[in-house]
C-alpha cells in the first residue's frame, strides 16, 4: 500500500519567510510524528499528535514552530519567519498507534537563504 | 536525554559481513530498531527487535541486542554495494512518544 508522502520535497525560501510542510501519513495510522534531520545528524523529535491534538511538543525548537492535523489524517508543519538555522530535511512518521513501529516519509528539505 | 552512539564510518569489500554497532544509555528501552537511509531519501525500516530478546534473523540480518551492556549490533551478511547507506539505530523507551537516534553509520561498501 501506499507509504508516508511529504510535500514538497525541497523548499528553498528567504529569511524571515513563512513556510508549510506537509504530510499524508499512511492510511488508519494514528500517531504522527514530525523530526528534523540536520547535516550528518540523526532525527531530532518534535512534535507527536494521536489523532487529532497535539499530544507531545515538548521538541519544537520554539514558538515559531507550529504544527497542525485537524482531521486527524494529514499534517502541516508551519515555521514562522524562518531563520538560516532552519534549515534541516524534516521527516514525518507515522504508525498504527502510540509506540508501534514508525513509518518515515521521504522528507521535505527546507533551505533557507 | 538519552544518548545514543554509532560510530560514524564503515568500509567492507563486497560479499564480506557488516558488523554496525550502537550502544545507548536508557535501560527502559522497549524496541530498538534498524533504519537505512539511501542519500536524498527518507528512512526505511529494516528490522527491530524487542528489548528482551538477545537475538533476531531476517535473512541477510542479524540484530544482536546485549541489554546487560546496552549494546546493539546489526550483522549484514554476504555485503552488496546496494547496501551502501547510512544506517542508524533508535531506541523506544518507556513513557517516550517519539524514537531516539543514533548519529548514524555511513556504510561504504567497496567491489
Known amino acids: 500500500g501506499a507509504g508516508v508522502s511529504q510535500t514538497p520535497s525541497n523548499k528553498v525560501t528567504e529569511k524571515g519567510k513563512y513556510v508549510e510542510l506537509r504530510c499524508d501519513p499512511i492510511?488508519?495510522?494514528?500517531?504522527l510524528y514530525w523530526y528534523r534531520q540536520s547535516l550528518g545528524q540523526g532525527p531530532e523529535f518534535l512534535i507527536y499528535f494521536q489523532g487529532t491534538g497535539a499530544a507531545d511538543d515538548s521538541g519544537l525548537p520554539n514558538d515559531r514552530f507550529f504544527a497542525v492535523r485537524p482531521e486527524g489524517s494529514v499534517s502541516t508543519l508551519k515555521i514562522q519567519r524562518t531563520e538560516r538555522g532552519d534549515s534541516a530535511v524534516y521527516l514525518c512518521?507515522?504508525?498504527?498507534?502510540?509506540?508501534?513501529?514508525?513509518?518515515f516519509g521521504p522528507g521535505t528539505r527546507l533551505l533557507v537563504l | 536525554g538519552e544518548d545514543v552512539e554509532q560510530s560514524l564510518f564503515l568500509s567492507v569489500r563486497e560479499g564480506d559481513s557488516s558488523v554496525i554497532n550502537c550502544t545507548y544509555t536508557d535501560s527502559s528501552s522497549t524496541y530498538l530498531y534498524w533504519y537505512k537511509q539511501e542519500p536524498g531519501a527518507g528512512l526505511q525500516l529494516l528490522t527491530y527487535?524487542?528489548?528482551?530478546?538477545d537475538m533476531k534473523q531476517d535473512q541477510r540480518l542479524t540484530v544482536l541486542l546485549n541489554k546487560k551492556d546496552k549494546h546493539l549490533s546489526l550483522r549484514i551478511a554476504d555485503t552488496q554495494t546496494g547496501d551502501s547507506a547510512i544506517y542508524f539505530c533508535?531506541?523506544?523507551?518507556?513513557?517516550?512518544?517519539?524514537?531516539?537516534f543514533g548519529t548514524g553509520t555511513r556504510l561504504t561498501v567497496i567491489p
Open positions: 512518521a507515522s504508525s498504527p498507534d502510540r509506540q508501534e513501529t514508525q513509518y
Open positions: 533508535a531506541e523506544s523507551v518507556t513513557g517516550a512518544n517519539n524514537l531516539f
Open positions: 527487535i524487542f528489548s528482551n530478546m
Open positions: 492510511s488508519g495510522h494514528t500517531a
